[in-house]
């Protein structure tokens, strides 16, 4: 953001100090009207033509911009990434539980990693992690579905539950 001698424009687009427009002037006679008025000219729209300038306090306006700036991030909410790990042999039980905590995890907003980690012999065996993975996904359907397809990296198969978005195929 330019201000006073900074700005470049031969003619500039002004408003005054009120919100009124002056109209189309040279940039010196802008200067000038600021300077009696003891404020900034302050480039707003640098990239019209001609640029708009405002007369205004440029501390002010700086201060009250950030005040914005912090309210804006404040209301801001803050999606997490949860996650919860499970083997391709887990117990009816257990997967239940994992379940429960992954619901709560997405009913709170957040997004769920689900992954599968297989240990030695187990990875002969990749399919039950697959059919343990479309099992956990098609329990939580009703409230998320999966970002992307089932991924298989390393000894893990993972994939992301977004709550409420869109279902991609695998």
Same mark, same amino acid.
């Given at each position: 953001?330019?201000?006073?001698?900074?700005?470049?424009?031969?003619k @500039?687009? =002004?408003?005054?100090?009120?919100?009124?427009?002056? !109209?189309?002037?040279p940039?010196?006679?802008?200067l000038?009207m600021a +300077?009696d008025?003891?404020?900034? #000219? =302050?480039e707003? @729209?640098?990239?019209?033509?001609?640029?708009?300038?405002?007369?205004?306090?440029?501390? /002010?306006f700086?201060?009250?911009? $950030?005040?914005?700036? /912090?309210e804006?991030? /404040?209301?801001?909410?803050?999606?997490?990434? &949860? +996650? =919860?790990?499970f083997?391709?042999?887990i117990?009816e039980?257990?997967?239940? *539980? %994992? #379940? &429960?905590?992954?619901? *709560?995890?997405i009913?709170?907003?957040?997004?769920?990693?689900?992954t599968? *980690?297989?240990? !030695?012999r +187990?990875?002969?065996? $990749?399919?039950?992690?697959?059919? =343990?993975?479309? %099992?956990?996904?098609s329990? @939580?359907e009703?409230?998320?579905?999966?970002?992307?397809?089932?991924k298989m990296?390393?000894?893990?198969?993972? *994939? @992301?539950?977004?709550?409420?978005?869109?279902? &991609? $195929?695998?």
């Open positions: 953001m330019r201000i006073n001698k900074e700005i470049r424009a031969l @500039v687009r =002004v408003i005054g100090s009120k919100g009124d427009q002056l !109209g189309i002037l940039i010196r006679e802008a000038s +300077e008025a003891g404020l900034d #000219l =302050v707003v @729209v640098p990239n019209s033509d001609p640029p708009v300038c405002k007369i205004i306090d440029f501390g /002010k700086r201060y009250n911009q $950030t005040k914005k700036d /912090k804006n991030k /404040k209301a801001q909410h803050h999606i997490k990434v &949860k +996650e =919860v790990k083997k391709p042999n117990d039980h257990d997967l239940e *539980t %994992k #379940l &429960k905590q992954a619901r *709560t995890f009913e709170k907003g957040n997004k769920v990693k689900i599968c *980690t297989f240990r !030695g +187990e990875m002969i065996h $990749t399919e039950i992690g697959h059919e =343990v993975m479309r %099992k956990f996904c329990s @939580v009703d409230i998320a579905s999966p970002e992307a397809p089932l990296m390393g000894r893990s198969l993972s *994939t @992301v539950l977004a709550p409420g978005a869109k279902k &991609k $195929t695998e």
